[in-house]
Every structure is written in structure tokens, then in C-alpha cells.
């Protein structure tokens, strides 16, 4: 299958030549795209990849014997590459790194834990052994794998993929960056407490946006493919070995850097969750006494029990489920199942057409909605965006373009991104419109502009530029100019 680019990897524009000449009283780029000029402040800092590097994405995990045990789960994973002519895997390197989730349900308390098996390179040794964890008798656990790169394969050890129960897609055809072990029978497990009363998942809540919180099925959250990656983080040493990221581990290991997963799941839990006043489900870790951790299964769990209609699910045309970049049903639901999702039974059930059309209309309205919040938090990924705002709608971008979406639809993509000269996104229009963040926007407090002679106060309000009327606002640091021809 063709390596699927990495979520947080912005792609670049070509730059355009601007329609008039604009100067404000500090130093600015300008950059046009899709009829719109748009002035950027420039960056202090750089961000550039260095063309030289090209790290091997596609990478092979070798599943240890007995990984549903307790003895299983504390056995670390280890990572080499699928094809060694293509460069090795290093669990150290930010982009192959790969990332195991476990978690464990006693049905008999109604009780969940989680539980993240450690990944090494092969051939090397953990920074600090793995602990081992306590297992009820008769509980069921079940994994779950994300991966920073592009492709990761499952390889078994001892039969360790038959005895998990592992999936990582279907025959010559893998997901790409995801694959389960186990989970349909955790699920089917939990769902059967819930509906029995023994456990009830908490509620999502509502946001300070007065909506309901977002879960990993809210339109508003989702991109290209949902529920792909997990929570969990390692802690890594400078050289390059590994640890579980637990408190005692961090103490010892004073000067290691923590290696996260760049997830769907993580970003509602760690980014947009704090952002909206929203609280992510947790429960105990089991490597970490005491401490609580959110988890894949736990997001998944709670969105089944709680997300309203209409409820983002797997489509047929997400990357991970095509097969030779064809619609693929069986591969589609098998996806599904290892997520907690209802099975589609015909292709109108996966419709790609309807999941994008639900993004265009509500996915980009509650990023709309939550700017004022977002744009006060951190960034994901500061190469893809510059606040969480920022960084939400580039990613929106990305998505509506990687699912085909302008085709399926006949619509262009409602939101539109200004990056700055390291392809960085820093702004963000919707149906060419500024977006107001609070923090300038249609009242902005900007710098005075003068764009071809004519004074604009706090550059917002309207001027006429070679027989078009504009809309120029300040926000975010930036300079925004919608032009439209006159009637």
C-alpha cells in the first residue's frame, strides 16, 4: 500500500504574486492563494527538514509470547525495520517511534485499568525494566498499536499473534499506522457490563462553548482517520533507550524526554478537552500506583455511550481502510470492530460522501465556534500550526483533501489556512471570511495598515483594490485580506 503521510505533516503551497502593493509600519511577508491576499507577520524562529534525512516510515513490531498476559504485557515490544535496505527503525526517533496501549476489564468489579507495554529497538535493553502488572484472574485485556510513521507491521513471536487475537488488517492489505489484539472480546465484554449496569462511562459534559463535549466520534474533532493512534508516552534517554513514563521512572531518569503518539485520541485528551473546560475519562495505571491515565478504549467507550447523532464513523474512504486504494467494506469493518464501532453492512453505511459533507457542515463549525478557546491553548505540533486553533484547522484542511472530499461533494473546503514561510499555518478564513478569534479579529487592535494609499485604522475595514472591494481584519498576529470582484 502507498505510505500514508504522517497526520501532523503540513504540505506546502505554492507561493503566488500579490495583487497590490501593501505596507504596514513593520516588516511583513505577503502570500496570495485562492484569491485571497494575505499579509503574514514573519516568524523569529525557523522550522526546516533537513532534505538529507529521509527516515525509513515503514517499520515492523515484534509482538512478544503471551501478550494478554501479565507476563505478556510487562515483555517489551521490539521495533526493527520491515525492509533494512530502506534504513533502520529507532523507537528514539520522534517520527518511527511506535506506541502499545493495553488495557484490562474486570467484569466481575466492573472495574477498567490501563496498562502500556514498553517498545525497544531489538537487540537492545529497557533504560528500566518494565513492571510488571497485576492481572485479575479472568479479566479480559486486549491491546491496541499507534505508530508515528507510515506503516507498522505486526510480527509474531511464539504465535503471539494468533494467541492475542491480533489484527493489523487484511491479507497483502494493512491498516497503516494502527492494529488491535484483542479488542472485540474487551468490548463486547465492557458493553455487556454497561447495559447490566455494572459500569456507566462517564458522561462527556458540556463545554464552555455551551455544546457537548467532543468525543473521538464528534465531527468537530475527527480528521481523515479517527481513532487511528493512542494515548500512551514513553520516556527516552539520551541514548536512545527506553522506559515506561511512569513517576518513578521519570525520577530516576531526570534527563529523558518523553516520546508521545501523535493521536486523534491524544489530541482530544491532552489538547482540546483542557481548552473547552471538558474532563477525558481515566482510569488507574497499573505501571504507575496511584496515577491515573486516559486511554483509546476509555474515548471509544464513552463516545458509543454518549456522542449524539450524528455520530462520526470509519469511512470507506479513509486511507487506512483502502485496499490498493480501492473502497474495501470487509477491511472497513474490521477496522470497526476493533474500535467499538457498529459494523456497516453495505457501503451507504461507510458513505465517504456523507462523512464529508458532515466535516464540511459541523466539523468546521465547531472549529469556528471554539477558536476564541483554542487559539489560547498550545499547539500539537508547532510545525503544523502555531496555537491549537491553528493547528485544528490546518488539520481540517489536510483531511477534507486526503478524503476527497471537494470531489465527493462538489465543494471546496470551507476552511482555508495562511502559513508562514516555514509552512507553518498561523491564520484561518472560513468561506473566505476572517475567523474571529477575539484576539483582533473583526475588531482587531492591530497595527495601522496603508494598502495602495489608502489608511486603514488597526488594519480592519474595507478598501478597494484593483476594482475590488476587500475585507481586511487583524487576528492572531496577522493581516488578512478578502477580496471580492464588484457587482
Not at 518523553?258 to 489530541?267: C, E, K, V
Not at 481502510?321 to 453492512?345: E, F, M, S
Request: proline share 7%; with cysteine; glycine share 8%.
Amino acid at each position: 500500500m502507498p505510505k500514508r503521510r504522517n497526520p501532523f505533516e503540513v504540505r506546502r503551497r505554492r507561493r503566488l504574486p500579490a495583487l497590490a502593493l501593501v505596507s504596514i509600519f513593520v516588516s511583513l511577508a505577503v502570500i496570495l492563494a485562492a484569491g485571497t491576499l494575505i499579509v503574514l507577520w514573519p516568524r523569529l524562529s525557523t522550522h526546516a527538514a533537513d532534505a538529507d534525512q529521509q527516515p525509513n516510515m515503514d517499520c515492523t513490531l515484534i509482538v512478544p509470547a503471551h501478550p494478554l498476559t501479565a507476563q505478556g504485557l510487562a515483555t517489551p515490544y521490539q521495533l526493527v525495520a520491515t525492509n533494512r535496505d530502506n534504513g533502520a527503525c529507532n523507537e528514539a526517533n520522534p517520527v518511527q517511534a511506535a506506541f502499545v496501549q493495553g488495557s484490562i476489564f474486570n467484569f466481575d468489579t466492573g472495574e477498567i485499568s490501563v496498562y502500556n507495554p514498553l517498545v525497544i529497538d531489538q537487540g537492545t535493553k529497557p533504560a528500566i525494566n518494565p513492571v510488571v502488572p497485576r492481572v485479575p484472574r479472568n479479566a479480559v485485556v486486549a491491546l491496541w498499536f499507534g505508530f508515528n510513521g507510515a506503516n507498522l507491521t505486526l510480527q509474531s513471536s511464539h504465535n503471539s499473534l494468533q494467541d492475542g487475537r491480533c489484527v493489523n488488517g487484511i491479507k497483502n492489505s494493512i491498516f497503516g499506522q494502527y492494529a488491535y489484539c484483542n479488542a472485540p472480546l474487551f468490548f463486547g465484554e465492557v458493553n455487556q457490563a454497561i447495559n447490566l449496569g455494572i459500569l456507566t462511562p462517564p458522561a462527556l459534559g458540556t463545554a464552555k462553548d455551551g455544546q457537548p463535549c467532543p468525543s473521538v466520534r464528534d465531527f468537530g474533532l475527527v480528521d481523515q482517520d479517527q481513532s487511528d493512534n493512542v494515548t500512551g508516552a514513553y520516556l527516552v534517554t539520551k541514548d536512545g533507550r527506553t522506559a515506561q513514563a511512569t513517576t518513578a521512572n521519570k525520577h530516576h531518569l531526570a534527563n529523558a524526554q518523553l516520546q508521545t503518539n501523535g493521536s486523534d485520541n491524544g489530541l482530544l485528551d491532552a489538547f482540546v478537552d483542557p481548552a473547552l473546560g471538558c474532563t477525558p475519562w481515566m482510569a488507574p495505571d497499573l505501571a504507575d500506583p496511584g496515577k491515573m491515565a486516559t486511554a483509546l478504549p476509555l474515548n471509544e467507550l464513552q463516545a458509543m455511550a454518549d456522542q449524539q447523532a450524528p455520530v462520526a464513523l470509519v469511512p470507506l474512504n479513509d486511507p487506512m481502510v483502502l485496499n490498493n486504494n480501492n473502497p474495501d467494506l470487509n477491511k472497513t469493518d474490521l477496522y470497526r470492530a476493533g474500535v467499538d464501532q457498529p459494523r456497516a453492512l453495505n457501503n451507504d453505511q461507510a458513505s465517504g460522501k456523507t462523512y464529508c459533507q458532515n466535516l464540511s457542515k459541523l466539523g468546521s463549525a465547531r472549529i469556528v465556534l471554539d477558536a476564541p478557546m483554542t487559539v489560547k491553548a498550545t499547539t500539537p505540533d508547532p510545525a503544523t500550526g502555531n496555537t491549537l486553533f491553528t493547528f485544528l484547522a490546518q488539520r481540517f484542511v489536510n483531511s477534507y483533501m486526503n478524503l476527497n472530499c471537494q470531489q465527493l461533494t462538489g465543494q471546496a473546503s470551507p476552511l482555508a489556512t495562511a502559513q508562514n514561510g516555514n509552512g507553518v499555518a498561523i491564520s484561518a478564513t472560513i468561506n473566505g471570511k476572517p475567523i474571529d478569534t477575539g484576539m483582533g479579529g473583526t475588531g482587531g487592535n492591530g497595527p495601522d495598515c496603508n494598502i495602495n494609499g489608502q489608511k486603514v485604522k488597526g488594519c480592519t475595514g474595507m478598501v478597494t483594490v484593483n476594482g475590488q472591494n476587500c475585507t481586511v481584519s487583524f487576528a492572531n498576529n496577522t493581516v488578512t485580506m478578502a477580496c471580492h470582484k464588484k457587482n
